[in-house]
């Protein structure tokens, strides 16, 4: 490798093809742009692709994971527990709808909640429990319904779902992890409710989106739960646009004062043609992720673990972690790389570090383990426009920094 050479390596551009432009073209000439025939299109491929009987498209993950709390009831005087280490929208979602934040710190060494300390965590208000996929791995969800089932005794509904359930709710925050599998279910099939993000960094995109799944053994009325999210992402109206553009169908009523959520066709456009290429695209992650594994692992550098014989996740972030460095040494390395062309990011500053969550109470002192993984964590560019090169060059260039430390 030239020691001089700069490249342009960006992050996780959006990985557009012709393909999709003609899509979008195509939904720009029918006459009909905001949710309608494409976005339901989008919606019965994601759920078949999925395996479950329906698939709601809305304008982000985030939405998704609200309004599954509001169609659930939770509100104030009810907890929902999540990660302190994750984005701030798994965690703001619970303050949307009045909700108490409950964090719970990761394992040691590890990415994910400590699941002894979440079974600790639940208490009589607890009604959802939201675990993440973090970096396109499904969590260890064996863990979670044994904690939920250990401490089912302790739960009180408060509306007619709920004790449909009669137990804590798990609603998975997998906006990294369409596609995912574990134990030979696909990402949806194994939280009772499973919310992807379609934003413009994610596998698949649709620039800015997101859906949401439920299990199919939940004896739950799909069209009926179908219907609430219909209703809540477009202003509790009775009708969609779709529906009151048949001839003579204009009247509507509003149901309740909703929110205003909804997918486009333009955005369910790119969604289709992406979705079509998807197998393809998880078959290139797995290839950079496996380039990036034999070079990096053998040095002592970190990662997850994305493949094995019952996991294959959706090789979303390439997480590394560097031993014994601190955050000014990793925010060094950071910076060295990004001086060779070479853009990184870190996936995550725990949400106690972060002022809003600081106003909420939280203190990071209270989640030394989330702050042990985020200090010398670095995430390297992962995406399906890398070239074979290009990932030689992140390698060399990656090493090259780290040889030149004191580890």
């Avoid at 791995?137 to 319904?145: E, H, L, P, R, V």
């Avoid at 990656?398 to 430390?405: A, E, S, V």
Wanted: negative net charge; proline residues 3%; charged residues 25%.
């Amino acid at each position: 490798m030239n020691s001089t050479e700069i490249r342009n390596i960006p992050f996780s551009p959006p990985d557009i093809t012709e393909a999709e432009i003609e899509e979008v073209v195509s939904a720009l000439k029918s006459g009909w742009i905001t949710t309608g025939p494409k976005t339901k299109e989008f919606e019965k491929r994601i759920a078949e692709y999925v395996g479950t009987n329906k698939a709601v498209c809305l304008n982000s993950a985030t939405s998704a994971m609200e309004l599954t709390l509001r169609i659930l009831g939770v509100g104030p005087g009810d907890e929902v527990i999540t990660s302190a280490y994750t984005y701030t929208a798994t965690a703001s979602v619970i303050d949307h709808v009045g909700a108490k934040i409950v964090l719970v710190d990761t394992a040691p060494d590890s990415f994910e909640m400590d699941y002894s300390k979440l079974a600790e965590a639940i208490t009589e208000r607890t009604k959802v429990v939201i675990p993440i996929d973090l970096a396109g791995k499904m969590c260890d969800y064996d863990a979670i319904y044994k904690a939920v089932e250990r401490k089912k005794y302790l739960f009180k509904p408060n509306n007619e779902i709920q004790e449909d359930f009669n137990r804590i709710i798990v609603m998975a925050d997998a906006a990294h992890a369409f596609g995912a599998e574990q134990n030979g279910k696909k990402c949806g099939q194994v939280a009772d409710f499973t919310c992807y993000s379609f934003h413009a960094v994610k596998n698949l995109t649709t620039a800015e989106g997101g859906a949401v799944v439920w299990r199919n053994d939940l004896n739950l009325d799909d069209e009926e739960v179908y219907k609430q999210y219909m209703l809540y992402s477009l202003h509790g109206q009775s009708k969609d646009a779709l529906a009151k553009t048949q001839k003579g169908a204009w009247e509507y009523d509003i149901v309740y004062p909703g929110y205003k959520c909804n997918m486009t066709d333009i955005m369910a456009s790119i969604g289709l043609i992406q979705l079509d290429r998807y197998e393809n695209q998880l078959e290139r992650r797995r290839e950079i992720i496996e380039l990036y594994d034999e070079a990096l692992l053998p040095l002592g550098i970190q990662s997850i673990r994305h493949y094995n014989l019952n996991m294959r996740s959706s090789g979303h972030l390439y997480l590394t972690r560097i031993p014994n460095i601190n955050e000014r040494e990793r925010n060094n390395i950071i910076l060295k790389l990004a001086q060779k062309g070479i853009s990184c990011n870190v996936h995550y500053k725990p949400l106690p570090m972060l002022t809003a969550y600081k106003k909420l109470g939280f203190h990071i002192e209270d989640y030394q383990n989330a702050f042990n993984m985020y200090k010398n964590e670095i995430s390297l560019p992962l995406h399906t426009s890398m070239s074979d090169d290009d990932i030689k060059f992140v390698i060399e260039t990656f090493k090259g920094i780290i040889n030149n430390i004191q580890l």
